[in-house]
């Protein structure tokens, strides 16, 4: 049973008063005995105690900052970077979410990547560099002066180093076709990605009106990078056998559905994961879609090629570290 109050009957419940020298202090302790500094005015702390005892982001919080984040820059981003974000920002602001924003120090950010990291490492520095990127756009803002994400060490990964071989390719791609009908669309698609190196997602919102005289011209969603992929007899055959696909409904995309409609990425994914296990229960070792983006990159890589003019990205840096997957790097003796 709480203790009636004694003092400062003025005050509403769970809300107490620190008398300092010059100012009073108005607090809250939580029910997980977490301790909430309020403010020196009365009314904007008992405004705040509201909104904590409400569940909303308390007014000048990191809570208050996520959500003006998720709502005016995470949105401008591809669909699935905020999607992705949207889980990471919910995880961020039950962690982070009633501290005020100047008094979150790159301590806290490293402990949050030591706990999160000992289940979760690599979720754990995509959550870092998502609360980077707020506190980069808080500054613009006028919120804060420094971001204290800055300088933490991320969590160490091991880049994928999974490369697909040719033969894996085209024993994979045979073993698709005899499955069904959409077997054999994702057979012209694993070939469309390898040939042209692009990601799940621009691929699947390729229009035919993208296809021109010089080539299949992209805007990378991710990068808005604008990239036009030549012609070569490989890919005209490839991109010939996708418009060939039976559909009652033509659409106005290069892969669809029977109603001429782009798949969604989740539909798509789960296409690929039910032939993918079917070839794994095959005795085969499965890979991923991604796989095909590196090694389309790799093979670039090995042939001389710029393969940054492909994947898009403004240097060779993300290239090296994760498109990269030759088991070893050749190079002519120095004499």
């Not at 004694?6 to 939580?30: C, Q, S």
């Not at 995509?126 to 002066?145: N, P, Q, T």
């Amino acid at each position: 049973m709480i203790a009636r109050r004694r003092t400062n009957l003025h005050l509403p419940p769970r809300m107490y008063m620190y008398k300092g020298k010059r100012k009073n202090t108005y607090y809250t302790i939580t029910a997980a005995n977490e301790y909430i500094t309020l403010g020196h005015d009365l009314a904007e702390s008992k405004k705040k105690l509201i909104e904590i005892e409400e569940g909303r982001p308390v007014a000048g919080s990191i809570g208050e900052l996520i959500d003006r984040y998720m709502k005016e820059i995470s949105p401008k981003k591809a669909a699935s970077t905020h999607k992705d974000e949207l889980a990471s920002a919910e995880r961020l602001r039950n962690v982070f979410g009633k501290m005020k924003p100047g008094d979150l120090r790159p301590v806290h950010v490293a402990k949050y990547l030591d706990l999160r990291g000992q289940t979760a490492p690599v979720r754990a520095n995509r959550e870092k560099s998502l609360l980077s990127h707020m506190f980069s756009i808080a500054m613009r803002w006028g919120i804060v002066d420094t971001n204290p994400c800055r300088g933490v060490a991320r969590n160490t990964e091991r880049p994928r180093d999974r490369l697909v071989t040719d033969a894996e390719l085209i024993n994979f791609c045979t073993f698709a076709e005899r499955t069904n009908e959409t077997g054999r669309m994702l057979s012209s698609v694993a070939r469309l990605a390898y040939l042209t190196g692009q990601r799940r997602g621009d691929l699947l919102r390729l229009r035919l009106d993208l296809l021109a005289d010089e080539g299949i011209m992209i805007t990378q969603s991710k990068t808005r990078a604008k990239v036009i992929i030549e012609w070569t007899p490989a890919l005209r055959n490839c991109v010939a056998a996708l418009k060939s696909l039976d559909r009652p409904v033509s659409g106005l995309f290069l892969i669809c559905n029977r109603s001429g409609q782009p798949y969604t990425d989740s539909g798509f994914k789960a296409m690929w994961g039910r032939t993918m296990a079917a070839w794994i229960k095959e005795g085969n070792e499965g890979f991923t879609f991604h796989d095909l983006r590196a090694k389309a990159i790799t093979r670039m890589v090995e042939d001389g090629r710029k393969a940054a003019d492909l994947s898009g990205h403004s240097t060779d840096a993300l290239v090296k570290k994760v498109y990269d997957r030759r088991a070893f790097k050749r190079s002519k003796a120095v004499e």
